[in-house]
């Protein structure tokens, strides 16, 4: 079964830091791969996604996310974090022919002035 | 921006009593979808709708559950007869493809069951 796991829970960096958040997943296949974005009072909104082809993929907001098949990884990065990054982070895999998202239990992101 | 909304954002319930949750998809979104996140736990998906019938469902949505579009806006989840343990944010969710996981979530219906 596939699943996904986020080892941050929480995350707190400084305004103007770089950011790596971690995800691993476990699943046969090549995945479909996403990250999330959940605003405090909002729905999740994707960041970006990874289908195939380059394994490094430009999101919204400056994200980008390398995806590393021997690590069975999807890293989401920024290098540079605004305070509006504030938020809880969710990876996500799919698979193909599955309408179906497994996620990850979320890394809250605290940005420090 | 067209936005996916939900209805109630807060509900409190006695166990064994009937819910509808309520939810307004983008309106030329053709896939809808419910996922649950109960507190501190993974966001769950529950089921997936498409022309008008159920297209995947996991083993969670039981037969307590069902989803409903009554009418060209509306998509609901009804939980017949609610336990404590259904307990959980509900999030409905559309997507204009199919399988492209580029889904548009709702800002989420809180349920509280006593």
């Known amino acids: 079964a596939q699943s996904v796991t986020q080892p941050d829970i929480h995350i707190t960096v400084s305004e103007g830091a770089s950011l790596e958040l971690r995800c691993n997943y476990s699943y046969g296949a090549t995945p479909y791969l996403f990250w999330y974005v959940q605003s405090p009072g909002q729905g999740l909104q994707l960041l970006l996604k990874y289908f195939s082809g380059d394994t490094l993929v430009q999101g919204i907001k400056g994200f980008e996310a390398e995806f590393k098949r021997s690590q069975s990884s999807f890293n989401l990065r920024k290098p540079s974090v605004h305070w509006s990054d504030a938020a809880e982070y969710f990876c996500a895999v799919g698979q193909g022919g599955s309408e179906k998202l497994v996620f990850g239990k979320g890394t809250k992101l605290t940005v420090n002035p | 921006e067209p936005e996916v909304t939900q209805t109630p954002s807060h509900q409190v319930t006695q166990m064994g009593q009937e819910v509808i949750l309520r939810c307004v998809p983008i309106?030329?979104?053709?896939?809808f979808y419910w996922y649950r996140q109960i507190l501190g736990q993974k966001v769950e998906f529950l089921v997936s709708f498409y022309n008008n019938e159920i297209s995947e469902k996991s083993e969670i949505f039981d037969d307590q559950f069902s989803v409903e579009r009554p009418d060209g806006s509306n998509f609901t989840l009804k939980i017949r007869s609610t336990k404590l343990e259904d307990s959980a944010m509900y999030f409905c969710a559309s997507s204009r493809d199919r399988y492209t996981g580029e889904l548009f979530f709702g800002e989420g219906s809180r349920l509280t069951v006593l």
């Open positions: 309106s030329n979104h053709l896939y």
